[in-house]
Every structure is written in structure tokens, then in C-alpha cells.
């Protein structure tokens, strides 16, 4: 089992920066996917962005150049470097982290962005 524990959101203005943090309560470096994910009020949840355990990624083409996920398996960590922040980021972010056969969810931090 894996416990993911998210950090980091808050409220920014447009075109700032926030860094979430996933805490991962196990080594990271068995979790072949990692991922962030977001959801807006009245949305689905969708896929931000990605990483494999050998460092592949893949983003959502609505932040690609302005976020960046990486991994610390050291210290059984994922990370969200957002920058240059728009209003239509603003949601609840979740980390995800797939292991075997199951999936893992944190509890969400939310990150909000003034316009």
C-alpha cells in the first residue's frame, strides 16, 4: 500500500509560481507511474502531468512549457514546478501513484490563481 500526502497549493496571482510536493509513505523507486492530476469545480478530473520510473513524461498540452513533474525516489518524493500560472489552473491537485495492480490517491491541495 502507498500513502501519498500532496503540498505546496495555495492562492497565486497570474503568472506566478507555486511547487507541489508528494510525499509517498514507501520508496518511489518501485512506482513505475507517478502522475498529477487536477479538477476544477463542475469538471472531471484530468491528467496534468506524468512520469515513469525511468523519467519519461508526458503533460496535458494546456500547461506543457510552463510545468514540470519530477521524481526524487530518494526521498520517495514527486514534485509540480508551475510557472506562469492562469486563472483556468485553479483546482483541486492530486498525486497519483500506480503500483501493481492498484492505484493511489492523495487528498488533494488546491491551488487557486487571481486574475
Known amino acids: 500500500q502507498v500513502q501519498l500526502v500532496e503540498s505546496g497549493g495555495g492562492l497565486v496571482q497570474a503568472g506566478g509560481s507555486l511547487r507541489l510536493s508528494c510525499a509517498a509513505s514507501?520508496?518511489?523507486?518501485?512506482?513505475?507511474?507517478m502522475g498529477w492530476y487536477r479538477q476544477a469545480p463542475g469538471k472531471q478530473r484530468e491528467l496534468v502531468a506524468a512520469?515513469?520510473?525511468?523519467?519519461?513524461?508526458n503533460y496535458a498540452d494546456s500547461v506543457k512549457g510552463r510545468f514540470t513533474i519530477s521524481r526524487d525516489n530518494a526521498n520517495y518524493s514527486v514534485f509540480l514546478q508551475m510557472n506562469s500560472l492562469k486563472p483556468e489552473d485553479t483546482a483541486v491537485y492530486y498525486c497519483?501513484?500506480?503500483?501493481?495492480?492498484?492505484?493511489?490517491w492523495g487528498q488533494g491541495t488546491q491551488v487557486t490563481v487571481s486574475s
Open positions: 514507501r520508496s518511489t523507486f518501485s512506482i513505475n507511474f
Open positions: 512520469i515513469t520510473r525511468g523519467g519519461m513524461t
Open positions: 497519483k501513484a500506480d503500483h501493481g495492480l492498484f492505484a493511489y
